[in-house]
């Protein structure tokens, strides 16, 4: 059995700044394997993947091959078992295809929440916090969504405190603190970089 390959996964609710803090990441070379878009590119690609949600949602969820994301949305945000059970399908698959992807940071919304933690065992937690109103309003401009929607999708994740709780470091991105300080500070303190 080869030695297990470090992760270092960042999370951090809705709208904190995960993927802003990857673009920082990128320009020192960091790729971030992105678990929205690994979890988006596989409900579109694997078959059994695709069987599994037609049987729990509908066979609506597939137009033709292609998912229908407002199909999903509506059905996930509509109880807390339809979000475990569409997680309980999802989640193994993206796990398989981090842990056999040459990359070692990973980025997820729902870390804890998804028990994912679990199937990647990262060596290092970063979350990213913002306060709640600069969160909300950073997802209503990026996916023209209204305050209601945004603080749906905030109810469905963990508070920030569990989080930073869990965490071995966490980022202030809350417009004011400096981002690349905190980074800087971050590798300082870790003894491994890739
Ligand atoms: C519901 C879907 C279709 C919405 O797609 P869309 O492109 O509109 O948004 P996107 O994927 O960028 O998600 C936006 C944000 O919503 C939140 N979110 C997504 N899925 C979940 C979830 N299961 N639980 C809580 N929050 C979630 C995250 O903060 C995420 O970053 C999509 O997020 C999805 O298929 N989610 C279920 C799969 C899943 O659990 N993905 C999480 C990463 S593995
Ligand atoms: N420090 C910042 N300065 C300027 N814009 C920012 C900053 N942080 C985040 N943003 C913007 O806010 C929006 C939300 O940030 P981002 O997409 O990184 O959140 P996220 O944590 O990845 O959210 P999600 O869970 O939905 O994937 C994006 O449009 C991003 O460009």
Request: charged share 20%.
């Amino acid at each position: 059995m080869g030695k297990k390959k470090k992760v270092i996964a960042i999370t951090g609710g809705i709208g904190s700044g995960k993927s802003y803090v990857a673009q920082l990441l990128a320009k020192r070379g960091i790729t971030v394997y992105d678990c929205d878009a690994a979890a988006k590119r596989l409900m579109q690609q694997d078959a059994v993947l695709q069987e599994g949600l037609k049987k729990l949602i509908g066979a609506d969820v597939y137009q033709g091959n292609q998912l229908q994301k407002s199909v999903v949305t509506k059905f996930l945000l509509a109880s807390e078992e339809h979000q475990q059970a569409i997680q309980q399908l999802v989640h193994p698959a993206v796990a398989t295809d981090f842990l056999h992807s040459p990359y070692n940071w990973i980025e997820s919304a729902i870390l804890f929440e998804a028990h994912f933690d679990q199937l990647i065992h990262p060596d290092i937690i970063i979350s990213i916090i913002a306060p709640l109103q600069t969160r909300v309003q950073r997802v209503m401009q990026r996916d023209q969504l209204t305050e209601a929607q945004a603080m749906d999708w905030i109810g469905k994740q963990w508070p920030q405190e569990e989080l930073v709780k869990r965490s071995t470091f966490t980022i202030n991105n809350d417009d004011d603190t400096n981002l690349d300080q905190q980074i800087d500070c971050i590798f300082k303190q870790i003894d491994f970089h890739i």
